[in-house]
């Protein structure tokens, strides 16, 4: 098939890829790309054929640096060997086993290792194999733990505007992301939404915004409305992401907290975004000081090499579900065929090692000013109409075009075209560069991203 030499393969082995007039003429290929415009991008498609530390490589071999982690995945960078090992090593041992009244060792291991590193007393740990499954997981633990306690009627969940928490039916039910939601119907009954967080007094705001704490009284008006005795949990990512990086306002999470203690409503943190160190400690709930009652997890977890999720549950939860049900009886009725995947579990715990033995988290923290002091950098610029930060996360909000996203896919383009890989949402550019990136790759993705904004 006519196509492209990566003459860049660190195999050795020549690879051969579709151009751009092959993907013009074969417009209607077989892949249904997820969150995408399919027929723009089979015209002029972005093919990326291999990784290593803070890059990408193309199908033509250019390289280019990565400025979301993947898609907020690979914390630890491209191609790390301890985990490649890790992986070979259990395939030859141990392939799969069923999760379903058996386990496995590296299981129990992976278990401890994120107990360890999880809040006090979230040391309970139930696996998935995505960030959607662990929020749809956390909302099933969180209507049996209410019925386990006797308040089954504790059926009502809280959420906010501009919330993602996945895409399964519960996870979209959650979700006040109106694109995500419009074409599926009414979701789930008893959702509602609390305000999300951006504020105009905030604009521009380094960190945490002083403006806005009373926001979190939206639970308290909902109390009110249903009562208490309704409401099973609050669902709210720490840090907002895939809307554009919405940051708390200081005082926020905290009036969270003690408006849910003050009714016995669960709280969760979507940590699947924020978890691992991308606010510069373990997870956001360390950074904001607020400790949930569930935190859901994926992403960086294995990062990125194999699909993993996790839900950590605080201990009194765990145990008021499994002392309710009869002795030799199941007491969660859910799960996955591959929860705790041998092979996943393996890339876990080899992640998890990295982690603490190259102090990973500290090192976010220590690089988290010089990343915000070159993204607010950007703030100069006349298309740029906000920014918002926090560890190795920012947000870059764009003047809109003639239609909404239209300029954050031309965005997109040149920066791909300039050797820049990024998420971009509607007009919205996000940036989340690896923990284990140089300043000077800071500096070079803020410089490209200044460059493009720039000619736009």
């Not at 074969?26 to 892949?31: A, D, Q």
């Not at 991008?41 to 803070?54: D, H, I, N, S």
């Not at 890339?347 to 915000?372: C, M, T, V």
């Amino acid at each position: 098939m006519p196509g492209v030499r990566d003459h860049a393969s660190h195999t050795g082995i020549q690879r051969f890829t579709p151009n751009a007039a092959d993907a013009e003429m074969e417009e209607l290929t077989p892949y249904w790309l997820p969150f995408t415009p399919n027929r723009l991008f089979k015209k002029e498609p972005r093919l990326l054929t291999r990784a290593e530390g803070m890059y990408f490589w193309n199908a033509q071999g250019d390289r280019l640096l990565d400025g979301c982690s993947g898609l907020f995945c690979c914390a630890l960078g491209h191609g790390r060997r301890e985990i490649i090992d890790a992986i070979s090593q259990q395939y030859a041992e141990l392939d799969f086993s069923p999760p379903f009244q058996y386990s496995h060792p590296r299981a129990l291991e992976l278990a401890g290792m994120l107990a360890d590193v999880t809040p006090t007393h979230l040391d309970r740990i139930f696996f998935t194999n995505s960030g959607s499954e662990a929020v749809d997981t956390a909302m099933k633990i969180a209507l049996l733990y209410h019925r386990s306690r006797g308040e089954g009627q504790r059926q009502r969940f809280v959420s906010r505007e501009r919330a993602y928490h996945g895409v399964n039916f519960g996870g979209v039910s959650l979700s006040g992301m109106v694109k995500n939601r419009e074409s599926f119907g009414p979701g789930l009954p008893g959702v509602v939404h609390m305000r999300h967080t951006w504020l105009e007094a905030n604009r521009f705001a380094r960190g945490q915004g002083e403006h806005g704490a009373e926001l979190a009284d939206d639970l308290r008006r909902f109390v009110n409305l249903y009562g208490a005795d309704t409401i099973a949990a609050c669902f709210v990512e720490p840090i907002a992401g895939s809307t554009g990086i919405l940051v708390p306002p200081r005082g926020y999470l905290k009036r969270l907290r003690e408006i849910c203690d003050e009714h016995g409503i669960l709280l969760v943190f979507d940590e699947v975004i924020t978890g691992f160190g991308r606010t510069g400690k373990a997870f956001a709930a360390d950074s904001f000081e607020v400790t949930p009652d569930i935190i859901t997890m994926a992403k960086a977890i294995t990062n990125g090499v194999i699909p993993m999720g996790a839900v950590a549950v605080a201990k009194d939860v765990y145990e008021c579900i499994t002392a309710a049900a009869p002795e030799g009886m199941i007491e969660f009725f859910h799960g996955y065929t591959y929860s705790a995947h041998p092979l996943a579990c393996a890339a876990g715990i080899a992640a998890q090692k990295i982690y603490r033995e190259e102090g990973i988290f500290e090192r976010a923290a220590r690089l988290a000013p010089h990343f915000e002091q070159r993204v607010f950098e950007l703030s100069k610029l006349p298309i740029v109409q906000d920014i918002r930060s926090y560890g190795l996360l920012a947000g870059i909000d764009l003047e809109p075009g003639e239609s909404a996203g239209a300029r954050g896919y031309a965005a997109l383009q040149r920066f791909f075209a300039a050797g820049l890989v990024v998420r971009v949402t509607a007009d919205t550019i996000i940036l989340a560069p690896a923990l284990i990136a140089e300043t000077e790759q800071l500096d070079r993705i803020l410089e490209i991203v200044s460059q493009v904004l720039t000619s736009l």
